[in-house]
C-alpha cells in the first residue's frame, strides 16, 4: 500500500484512509470470548472520552445579535467534577476489555490498566484543589476569570499541582512513559490484543480523545484557557465576534501545543517499570499533593490576613514559594530513591560487597581449576 506520506498531500489523508480501512475491514468475534462484554466495552470506553469534551469552554461569550451565546456545548454548575467523574468510567471499558477476551495478554493489560487509573485518579484529583481554593469555584469559566483577574496563570501561582495534574494526565490516559497496560514488548498490545477494525478502533479514538480532553483541561485550569495575555476585554462578560475568534484560536493553540507535547514524551522517554510507576503514584505525587493542598490553604489565609488582594503581588507571592518547593523537590528530595532506576548509582560500600562477591567467585574458579 501507499506510504503515510503518499496519500493526499504530504500525507493529510492518511488519517481519512485508515478510517475508511477499518470501516471497510472485517469485524472478528474469536469463538472464545465473552460476546456480551466483547461488544461492550468498546463503547464503553469511547461514549465517556467524548462526553466530557461538553464541559469545555472554547472561547469567550459572545454578543450576539440574538443575544448572549456561551463557547461551551453545556457550562455546568459543577465544572471540571463532571470532567473527573465521566472519565473514569472509561476504565470500566479497559477491564471489561481484558476480561471479556479471554486472552492472557490481555487480562494482564486490563488489570495493569485498572491500578495505574485508579492509583492517578486520586492524585489527579487532589491536585485540582488548590484551583478550587484559588478560584472559589469549580466551573471553568470562573477558573479562567480568576487567572485573568490575578494577571497570572493558575501555572505560576499553583506550579506543584501542574506538576502533580501533568504527570497524572500521562497515567490516565495510557501513554509513555505510562503506557503499561499495552506494553507491545511483554503483553502484544495489551487489552486490545483480541480486537480489530473499528472496535480496535474505539479504543484508539477514545485514547486520543482522552488526551485531547486532557490538553484542553490542562490550558483551561493552568494556562488561562481562552485567555489573550496582556488583554482584558476578552474576560468582560459577552464580546464581539472577532474577539471570540481570537479567544477560540488561542485556546485552539494551547490545545494543540499540550497534544504535540503528549506527542513528543512519547518518542522520546521509555516506560518505566511497573513497580516505579505505582511508587510514584502513591510514595511521590500523593503525599506531596496532600501536603500542598495544605500549604496553599495556609499561605492564602496568611495573605488575606495581611490584606494583600488578589494580584500580581498575590500571584507573585505564591510564585516565589512554588519555586522553591520544585527546586526542593526535583533538585533535593527526590535523588532517585523513591522511583528507585535500574541505573542509580551505587554506594561506596555496595560496591566494596560487589566486589568482595567477585573476588570470592574468582577463588573459587581457581581452586576448582587447580
Known amino acids: 500500500r501507499h506510504g503515510p506520506n503518499r ?3 504530504r500525507g493529510y489523508f492518511q488519517p481519512l484512509a485508515d478510517g475508511v480501512k477499518n ?4 469485524e472478528t468475534l474469536p469463538p472464545h470470548v465473552n460476546k456480551t462484554l ?9 461514549v465517556p472520552a467524548l462526553l466530557v469534551w461538553a464541559i469545555i469552554p472554547w472561547g469567550a461569550a459572545w454578543a450576539s445579535p440574538w443575544g448572549r451565546i456561551d463557547m461551551v456545548l453545556a457550562d455546568l454548575p459543577i465544572g471540571f467534577l463532571f470532567t473527573l467523574a465521566i472519565g473514569s468510567l472509561g476504565v470500566y471499558g479497559i477491564v471489561l476489555a481484558g476480561w471479556g477476551s479471554n486472552n492472557k495478554y490481555a487480562l494482564l493489560g486490563g488489570l495493569r490498566a485498572s491500578a495505574q487509573m485508579i492509583s492517578y485518579e486520586i492524585s489527579m484529583g487532589l491536585s485540582l484543589i488548590p484551583v478550587l481554593l484559588l478560584a472559589g469555584n469549580v466551573t471553568l469559566r470562573t477558573v479562567v476569570n480568576q487567572q485573568a483577574e490575578m494577571h497570572l496563570w493558575n501555572v505560576l501561582t499553583i506550579s506543584v499541582a501542574f506538576v502533580a495534574y501533568l504527570i497524572s494526565a500521562f497515567a490516565e490516559t495510557n501513554r509513555l512513559p505510562f503506557d503499561m497496560p499495552e506494553a507491545e514488548s511483554e503483553l502484544i498490545t495489551g487489552y486490545h490484543t483480541e480486537y480489530s477494525a473499528m472496535k480496535f478502533s474505539m479504543f484508539m479514538i477514545a485514547e486520543y480523545a482522552n488526551m485531547v480532553t ?17 488583554m482584558s476585554a476578552d474576560n468582560a462578560g459577552a464580546v464581539s465576534f472577532p474577539l471570540v475568534l481570537l479567544s477560540m484560536l488561542m485556546m485552539l493553540a494551547k490545545v494543540v501545543f499540550f497534544v504535540f507535547f503528549f506527542m513528543w514524551v512519547r518518542w522520546t522517554l521509555p516506560r518505566f517499570r511497573y513497580d516505579q510507576l505505582m511508587s510514584l503514584g502513591w510514595k511521590f505525587l500523593l503525599p506531596i499533593s496532600l501536603g500542598y493542598i495544605v500549604l496553599v490553604a495556609g499561605l492564602m489565609l496568611v495573605l488575606d490576613a495581611m490584606g494583600i488582594g488578589r494580584g500580581l503581588l498575590y500571584g507573585g507571592i505564591f510564585f516565589a514559594v512554588n519555586a522553591v518547593i ?4 526535583f533538585a533535593r528530595f527526590d535523588r532517585g530513591r523513591v522511583l528507585s532506576p535500574a541505573y542509580k548509582r551505587a554506594s561506596a ?5 560487589l566486589r568482595g562477591i567477585s573476588a570470592g567467585r574468582a577463588h573459587l574458579s581457581t581452586q576448582a581449576g587447580h
Open 7 to 9: 496519500v493526499g498531500p
Open 23 to 26: 470501516f471497510m475491514k472485517e
Open 38 to 46: 466483547f461488544i461492550l466495552a468498546p463503547m464503553l470506553s469511547f
Open 214 to 230: 486532557q490538553s484542553a483541561m490542562m490550558a483551561t485550569l493552568f494556562f488561562g484557557g481562552w485567555d489573550i495575555p496582556f
Open 326 to 329: 520544585l527546586f526542593i523537590v
Open 349 to 353: 560500600d555496595e560496591l566494596e560487597r
